[in-house]
């Protein structure tokens, strides 16, 4: 299952949870933050060093951030959170699984949501909170940043060290034994050192 960290202006995520929430999640990384002026979202099939300098950078700001292991849809940049809504000027996160049908096997759930929420105003979008997380239901977490930095969320958020989690699924994901398993080699499909771990290629993310 997917995890949103939800972090307030200056608070820092510890190293060792973005690497746990990565191993645990390794299908892609997205953040959303509000510099103060304006809203910014990246996302992408990012090496666990690139997402580490990124959140570090994101600590004065309050942001989100995405760490996604997929359930529909396809493992690409494209896949990843945050996704455009409110007309372009909010971006949309998420963690669970929806009950909605995507327009083709390539699209995420995810990404059918947005295009559909894409069709709303920021306005609508808060008024219609209530409805969102009766339709979501228990199992789905939404995380909404607006252009004015303003946010949005559904569901139930745990906390964990001052941080807000949409789940601590990655304390115990079964891909979380993966960090464990040290044997540096050379990656038999691209051929490029294949990082410190054994099972895994940060370069074309084959296992």
Not at 10 to 18: A, F, L, M, Y
Not at 50 to 58: D, F, G, T
Not at 86 to 101: E, P, R, T
Request: proline share 5%; aromatic share 10%.
């Amino acid at each position: 299952m997917c995890v949103i960290i939800s972090k307030q202006p200056g608070q820092i995520v510890p190293q060792e949870i973005v690497e746990d929430c990565f191993f645990a999640n390794p299908d892609g990384f997205g953040i959303a933050y509000f510099d103060g002026k304006k809203l910014h979202g990246r996302k992408g099939l990012l090496a666990l060093p690139q997402i580490q300098e990124m959140v570090a950078s994101a600590t004065p700001h309050r942001a989100f951030l995405h760490f996604r292991i997929r359930t529909a849809g396809a493992i690409s940049s494209a896949g990843c959170h945050p996704y455009r809504i409110a007309k372009k000027s909010a971006l949309l996160l998420h963690n669970g699984c929806l009950d909605i049908v995507p327009d083709s096997p390539e699209q995420s759930d995810t990404a059918a949501l947005a295009a559909i929420l894409d069709t709303y105003t920021p306005r609508e979008i808060v008024q219609a909170r209530d409805q969102l997380a009766e339709w979501h239901g228990a199992n789905n977490r939404l995380a909404i940043m607006f252009g004015d930095g303003t946010t949005l969320r559904t569901g139930t958020w745990r906390a964990e060290e001052g941080l807000q989690f949409s789940n601590l699924h990655w304390q115990t994901n079964y891909t979380y034994a993966r960090r464990f398993d040290y044997a540096p080699r050379q990656c038999a499909a691209c051929e490029e050192d294949a990082s410190e771990y054994a099972d895994y290629c940060e370069h074309c993310r084959n296992w």
